[in-house]
């Protein structure tokens, strides 16, 4: 009888010691649901009631899937290239004065002594335009680097501005020059006439582009200073401000501007814009048509250039990336400093070539291999 009380006993603390501590935990936990319900609410009061002293954390944007770093890339076909587009300003059907050439040449030559005739002030073609464009697989990338005509160069013959090269010691010269400005290898060269670049237009049927100062021109004058009202008769405007669609006359107005008020910028971004415009209007074309349309240019003699209907077939892939949002276009104004005019000097450009090189380092290929080890 005892020992069954005492059994008893037992299991009766133990029961309500295991009743007791669960009672309590859940009694706790309704306690602290309750009290979070509540806390929310007064919370969200407080917000509505206080805004200014409860602002909105800051949301982190979504990643956008073409651009996250977990994100798979596209497969791209085609190298890493950098190739140098150069644009002369050779009219021979709109000036008559051009310096001869050939056997004509060789006969004034021999006259010089006795005639002086090669000290006339001739015409000479100048490369208005000089454009570096590297497009960047590994980057992703499109830069773009417009070099002034007016840089001033250091060559044989003492400095001498980025136009004059051309005339004085040819296209290989200049490829020298920007290559060693940069620190990059110039894989192909474009060389055009501002004469065959207005039949290129004229063949794509005009480009899109914006022009940020009114464009005034009359078929040799290519200015953006307002002429006086009487002059505007024989020196029209040509576009003003805005986008609009340029055509083979606009392009050749557009390359042959070469005014430097006090900056390079302006003429930098002129350039680089008409070109944006050229290959937004190229890339129109189904890849077939864009082989066909620079196999025709090429026949036609309209360019210069290293780079064939085969280099562009094997690159094909990377061109059309031009257009792809994946890929960015970056412009790179080479750095230097902007030197006035005086009554003895014409204003130039004096690149800083050390900060040139460093502008230009990432997009060295063999610096990633050296950065790699």
């Not at 979070?36 to 944007?61: C, H, M, R, W």
């Not at 190739?83 to 006969?107: H, N, S």
């Not at 309209?302 to 061109?319: C, H, M, P, R, Y």
């Amino acid at each position: 009888m005892l020992s069954a009380f005492k059994n008893f006993f037992v299991t009766f603390l133990i029961a309500a010691l295991v009743f007791g501590a669960g009672a309590y935990f859940a009694a706790q936990f309704l306690t602290d649901t309750i009290t979070g319900i509540f806390d929310a609410e007064a919370s969200e009061l407080d917000e509505i009631l206080n805004p200014n002293q409860n602002p909105t954390p800051s949301v982190t944007e979504p990643v956008n899937p073409s651009t996250g770093t977990d994100a798979p890339k596209e497969e791209i076909e085609g190298k890493s290239f950098n190739m140098l587009f150069i644009v002369t300003d050779y009219q021979p059907e709109m000036f008559r004065d051009y310096l001869p050439a050939g056997e004509e040449l060789d006969k004034l030559e021999k006259e010089e002594k006795q005639t002086g005739i090669l000290s006339t002030a001739y015409r000479r073609p100048r490369a208005c335009s000089v454009l570096l464009v590297r497009a960047d697989k590994e980057r992703r990338e499109f830069t773009l680097t417009s070099f002034p005509s007016n840089m001033s160069i250091p060559t044989p013959s003492g400095a001498q501005p980025m136009a004059e090269l051309y005339n004085l010691y040819g296209t290989e010269f200049i490829i020298s020059e920007v290559s060693s400005l940069t620190g990059l290898h110039i894989d192909h060269y474009l060389l055009v006439n501002v004469t065959e670049l207005y039949q290129i237009v004229t063949e794509l049927g005009g480009i899109s582009m914006y022009i940020p100062k009114p464009l005034y021109y009359n078929g040799l004058v290519s200015t953006t200073v307002k002429p006086s009202e009487k002059d505007l008769e024989i020196l029209p405007m040509l576009y003003p401000i805005g986008v609009t669609d340029v055509n083979g006359s606009g392009a050749v107005a557009i390359m042959t501007n070469e005014e430097y008020d006090g900056s390079v910028e302006y003429r930098n971004t002129l350039v680089t814009d008409f070109f944006k415009g050229t290959m937004t209007k190229l890339l129109t074309k189904t890849e077939a048509d864009l082989s066909a349309f620079y196999d025709t240019v090429c026949e036609k003699a309209w360019i210069e250039t290293s780079f064939t209907t085969k280099d562009l077939v094997a690159q094909i892939e990377l061109i059309y990336a031009f257009g792809n949002e994946n890929f960015k276009i970056t412009t790179l104004n080479y750095p230097g400093r902007f030197v006035a005019a005086t009554e003895t000097e014409a204003a130039r450009f004096e690149p800083n070539e050390s900060a040139g090189l460093k502008l230009f380092k990432p997009y060295r290929p063999y610096e990633k291999s050296n950065t790699a080890s």
